[in-house]
């Protein structure tokens, strides 16, 4: 099933640092949030849907299994940022890496040799020259999905004049805004503020028509349309149905020059990259070049045994892998959920989409 | 082979500067972020390079990127590799001072030299680029910049997992403790030690610090105690409206806080030893004084007559000069197009004219920050980052553009300022001041200042110009405030009426609001009319409206 998930209000999905009211702290948001809070919310749901017994760890157990181990069959794929549009439901994705603006055009950066007499730090073959002035990478940026692949396919995409609610390219705040409130520490027994207890929290706020969608296979039984909690502070959403396109495939063969494009974050062995890209793909593939964001680093808290779980860290949303193989290569047809990453394929993480350079 | 022109930078800034909770931090992140440059400058420097940006490498501040020139024979990947290797021990070496510091309270086992090793190990990133000088200086520049470029495209990183209780400055990594418990039970031991100070660190186990944290907070010996707290910059302009006028007041609140030695002095001064934040009331309540100066049961038994008679003091000093800002400001500055004006330089000559420059208008910004009351954490290369008081932020932050115009030639400068509560979280506040400049630099033209106030309760305002429209009547308006003839309701009401105003009635209702509002015992009323019509003017000419700068 595919579902859209509105806010009934603003969202909070916490990005995994510690908090707490005295230490006079800053919860941020991550949005959209990770696949490892996404499932938490699907799975909490389905235990309403199922009207599994709360106190019953077994019965728990057996519907939506563990925060690692998960019942038999589940996959999920996401979460994508997402607008209803006239034409229904159209997923949003970050500005890829590999992007510059050059007055009304999106273009690609193609990896190219380093020319005679330069040096650079780059551990790749090849890297991504930029002729033109330089640019600070504007990140605020998101791509609705058609521009998104005209721009994976053809590595330049129009910046149109259109705006509001169809625009294909927009900024960041024309689909959500974050919101600071500030917060002070209630004293349990006395229901008054204590003294230096101040804390300060970041909310998202979208735009009206803007919510998350969301892939999810091997739970069954929900109604076409409800409500449930999603996020920090018990936060609702309403979900209904998603008409969004079919997620694309990747091509088979792959271009002989192509590019994998990661529409949500991914967790390598050897942080930028995995052990051995082979891993992934039958035929020989070899990687050339890279645009990569900043790492995250994710970690949370572990309400069961309240402590902090382990921080790793992983490589963002958007960022861009280029490969150079003989024509016959394919994405291994064993992948988990087509993804590449080494950890959590089966909840959304390494989705990727695939270009040609 | 010919001379090649190196550009190599060390960060990530961001780790060394945002994570901070006290502009303490804030100024060891920044220190030793220039310290880490200055020996990667020094590992080339040794190889044979030549300076050219930045032009002084023995500035307090050094930019956390260089450029120097490799004479014929030093091949940039050994020179880079040395840079990197350099920048890494300095790490290590001013890690050793806060190790050693640590360890003499509780000795360290193989649990926390492994975090402490992963941490120092893996935090650093490098970039660099190299490209050799044919015959043209410009247009190897240009391919050693454009490579340069590229190389931060491909950010590279290690896969490190950090487990157990996470660090209170970053959140992300662990915290130091040992194989004898958690590391609130670590810290906790630290804070009770009586080595350190309720300032140093939180009590309790409530601060809780990996390896970047711990060199932070003992890196430096008290040197960063030295640099003013947040509170100290909000009452520093206060503190001298005091001495002035009502030194008594304060010499008798003085001589209550000293019988109670938990009260530490934070500088030599005699007049006034303590931190700012003494001369809050809210400072002397039972929940800080434990948060912030270690009190326990004990001492809030024992000093409680000395604390009531304090908290007096104190109100007396109220009762006759008024109480100090509550609010500081936090200035983000740098020149406009620094990259674009670097890479117009036809010779080598004149980047390293302007390398020099730049450095003339660093020193010249510590002493405008200073001349303000204010203090720099960071001023070198074009940027600027200074704590002022709130009443001199704005005067300072155009005595540094107007510096800077000044010394670079055809060069501007733009600004971003955040205006916050001198406790309010100091990572946010460095956030909303860097998101101000960035408003700032989308003025068209650049050249520009954007000023962002965080409130206590509901959403931030912020407000842009470029400078040269705030010298007149925007500064006849703050004078007209500030002495009080214009009631701060004229610029609420304003804000809340004419939103929904269009047209000739927006200049009907600032009539209507100046006459209202104006107290002509404290000076002559402008002619309302005349006054609403600049105001309008002003207003339309002001490339940000309200809904441009939430775009």
């Not at chain 1, 040096?119 to 790749?124: A, G, K, L, Y």
């Not at chain 2, 910004?365 to 009351?373: D, G, L």
């Not at chain 2, 203090?375 to 155009?398: H, I, S």
């Amino acid at each position: 099933m595919k579902l859209f998930l509105e806010p009934i209000d603003v969202w909070l999905f916490r990005d995994g640092r510690p908090f707490d009211a005295l230490s006079d702290h800053r919860a941020q948001s991550l949005f959209p949030p990770y696949p490892t809070a996404m499932q938490g919310i699907i799975r909490s749901h389905h235990l309403v849907v199922k009207k599994v017994d709360l106190r019953n760890q077994e019965a728990i157990e057996h519907a939506v299994g563990t925060a690692t181990t998960y019942p038999p069959g589940f996959q999920m794929r996401g979460p994508f940022l997402a607008r209803r549009t006239s034409e229904g439901v159209q997923r949003y994705f970050p500005l890829p890496a590999d992007a510059v603006a050059q007055g009304d055009v999106i273009r690609a950066l193609v990896p190219s040799e380093l020319p005679a007499g330069v040096w650079s730090s780059v551990p790749m073959p090849r890297l991504l020259w930029h002729d033109g002035e330089p640019t600070k990478r504007e990140e605020r940026w998101w791509l609705r999905e058609d521009a998104l692949m005209a721009y994976l396919e053809q590595g330049v995409v129009q910046i149109d004049e259109e705006t509001g609610r169809e625009s294909r390219i927009c900024k960041q705040d024309a689909l959500f805004q974050r919101e600071n409130r500030l917060g002070i520490g209630l004293d349990d027994t006395t229901r008054t503020s204590q003294e230096g207890a101040l804390y300060e929290v970041e909310f998202v706020r979208v735009v009206p028509g803007v919510g998350l969608e969301v892939e999810v296979e091997g739970l069954d039984g929900w109604p076409e349309k409800g409500i449930l909690r999603a996020g920090g502070e018990g936060r609702g959403a309403y979900f209904e149905a998603s008409d969004a396109p079919t997620w694309p495939e990747a091509p088979n063969p792959l271009p002989q020059r192509f590019k994998v494009y990661l529409a949500t974050p991914a967790y390598f062995e050897e942080g930028w990259k995995p052990k051995d890209w082979q891993r992934f793909f039958d035929g020989k593939v070899e990687l050339m070049a890279a645009a990569l964001g900043r790492y995250e680093s994710l970690g949370g808290f572990d309400l069961a045994t309240n402590t902090h779980k382990p921080a790793r860290r992983y490589v963002p949303a958007g960022s861009v892998y280029f490969f150079q193989s003989d024509g016959q290569a394919s994405l291994k047809a064993s992948l988990v959920n087509q993804a590449i990453t080494d950890d959590g394929a089966k909840i959304g993480f390494g989705q990727i989409l695939i270009g040609r350079w | 082979m010919p001379d090649t022109i190196l550009i190599f930078s060390l960060g990530p800034v961001q780790g060394f500067l945002a994570e901070a909770r006290r502009a303490q931090d804030l100024w060891a992140g920044s220190r030793l972020l220039s310290e880490l440059t200055q020996a990667a400058i020094q590992a080339c420097r040794r190889s044979g390079a030549e300076m050219i940006y930045p032009a002084d490498p023995s500035q307090e501040s050094l930019p956390n990127k260089f450029v120097v020139k490799l004479p014929e024979g030093v091949a940039p990947e050994q020179a880079a590799e040395a840079a990197r290797q350099a920048a890494q021990e300095e790490l290590q070496q001013r890690g050793e001072v806060a190790r050693q510091f640590l360890q003499s309270i509780i000795p360290s086992d193989s649990v926390w030299e492994k975090i402490w090793q992963r941490q120092l190990g893996n935090h650093l990133e490098f970039f660099w680029a190299a490209a050799v000088i044919e015959d043209d200086y410009p247009a190897a520049y240009q391919k050693a910049s454009r490579a340069f470029d590229a190389a931060k495209r491909a950010r590279t990183f290690q896969q490190v997992t950090e487990d157990g209780l996470k660090d209170s400055l970053s959140g992300r990594r662990s915290a130091l403790r040992t194989a004898q418990g958690d590391a609130r039970s670590y810290w906790n031991r630290i804070a009770a030690s009586g080595r350190v100070t309720a300032a140093q660190l939180k009590p309790e186990g409530r601060e809780r610090l990996d390896a970047l944290g711990a060199i932070k907070r003992f890196g430096f010996g008290n040197e960063a105690e030295r640099f003013p707290s947040t509170s100290s910059v909000a009452a520093a302009d206060y503190l001298e409206k005091v001495r002035g006028k009502h030194q008594s007041a304060l010499v008798a609140y003085r001589e209550i806080l000293k019988a109670i030695p938990k009260f530490y002095c934070v500088r030599g001064s005699e007049a006034w030893p303590y931190d700012g934040d003494l001369l809050y009331l809210e400072t002397l309540v039972p929940e800080r004084l434990r948060t912030s100066y270690g009190f326990g049961d004990a001492d809030l038994q024992q000093y409680e007559g000395q604390l009531e008679a304090a908290r007096l003091a104190l109100r007396m000093l109220y009762n006759s000069i008024g109480r100090p800002s509550p609010y500081y400001a936090l200035l983000v500055m740098d020149g406009d197009s620094m990259g674009k004006r670097v890479a117009s330089c036809a010779s080598e000559e004149e980047h390293r004219q302007l390398s020099q420059r730049l450095v003339s208008f660093a020193a010249q910004a510590r002493q405008i920050v200073e001349q303000h009351q204010g203090t720099a954490v960071y001023a070198g290369g074009d940027d600027v980052l200074a704590l002022l008081p709130l009443k001199r932020a704005l005067p300072a932050a155009q005595a540094l553009a107007e510096a800077f115009a000044k010394i670079v030639p055809g060069g501007t400068a733009s600004a971003g300022l955040a205006f916050a509560h001198h406790l309010y979280p100091l990572d946010a506040v460095l956030r909303a001041a860097r998101e101000a400049e960035g408003w700032a630099k989308g003025m068209e033209g650049k050249n520009a200042i954007c000023v962002r106030a965080l409130k206590r309760s509901g959403e931030p305002i912020e407000v842009r110009s470029h400078w040269g429209d705030l010298r007149t009547l925007f500064g006849e308006l703050c004078q007209w405030f500030a002495c009080g003839a214009l009631s701060s309701r004229f610029a609420y009401e304003a804000a809340a009426n004419l939103p929904f105003l269009d047209g000739e009635p927006v200049q009907s209702e600032l009539k209507r609001l100046i006459q209202r509002h104006w107290d002509t015992r404290k000076s002559n009323p402008p002619d309302p009319d005349n006054l609403a019509k600049q105001l309008v003017a002003w207003a339309d000419s002001l490339p940000g409206k309200a809904e441009e700068l939430t775009d």
